[in-house]
């Protein structure tokens, strides 16, 4: 079955530092999303994407967050200057249409120390 | 602002038996609902859906009822199989064809199949 690969697994930073977050998405797939969870909270949503664009972004995708498919087929997550809270499981999710159900990649965790 | 809340936090159930797993939401304008399935070190894989004009959609061993009156919904998993032991996760999306992909999870419940 075709899935979702996110790179690193994991990552480790010091805080004031910027990190990129890579995600291959399945091929046929053309809506895309960040999700992050922190230890012991829920899944959050961050940011999807569609047709080169954000359509739609929460509360916690503030100016430090930018995405972009740089070469058409990775997707990435940056966080310009980390800070402690930003440590968290990141999620890659893609959908065929947008009415599907989302495929999600393994996570990177993220720890900002 | 809990608007999917999965209150019990883990559930234990022999093998063979039936597994009920229970989410809560708040939000009336919820209209489409999915359950995703999580092992350790691994994303959360979907495993069944129901749209909010439907109160029931079953998928081999796997039943999700809705009750909107309530705002309830609940998976059950029968025969219950030590396979099946994961964190699940209930999920709540606003709008149908619109913000699909904008999902509002609860906290998980864990389960354990113990055989």
């Known amino acids: 079955e075709p899935e979702v690969t996110q790179t690193p697994s994991h990552q480790v930073t010091q805080m004031g530092q910027e990190v990129i977050l890579r995600c291959v998405p399945i091929s046929n797939h053309l809506y895309f999303y960040w999700y992050r969870q922190i230890l012991g909270q829920k899944v959050e949503f961050l940011v999807s994407f569609y047709n080169n664009e954000i359509s739609e972004k929460s509360e916690i995708f503030d100016d430090q967050f930018s995405v972009e498919r740089p070469d058409g087929s990775n997707f990435t997550l940056k966080i310009r200057s980390t800070k402690l809270e930003d440590s968290a499981m990141y999620f890659c999710a893609t959908g065929q249409t947008q009415n599907e159900k989302l495929f999600f990649g393994s996570g990177t965790q993220l720890s900002v120390l | 602002d809990q608007q999917v809340k999965q209150n019990s936090p883990s559930l234990s159930v022999q093998e063979g038996r039936i597994s009920i797993l229970n989410c809560d939401y708040t939000n009336s304008m919820f209209d489409y609902f999915l359950w995703y399935k999580k092992y350790p070190a691994e994303g959360p894989t979907f495993l069944i859906s129901?749209?909010?004009?439907?109160d029931k959609n079953e998928d081999g061993r796997f039943t999700v009822f809705l009750n909107k009156s309530a705002k309830h919904l609940s998976l059950h998993i029968v025969p219950s199989q030590p396979g099946d032991s994961a964190v699940y996760f209930c999920?709540?999306?606003?709008?149908?064809?619109?913000?699909?992909?904008?999902?509002?999870f609860g906290k998980g419940t864990k389960l354990s199949v113990k055989p």
């Open positions: 999920a709540a999306s606003l709008e149908y064809g619109g913000s699909q992909g904008n999902l509002i």
């Open positions: 129901i749209s909010s004009i439907k």
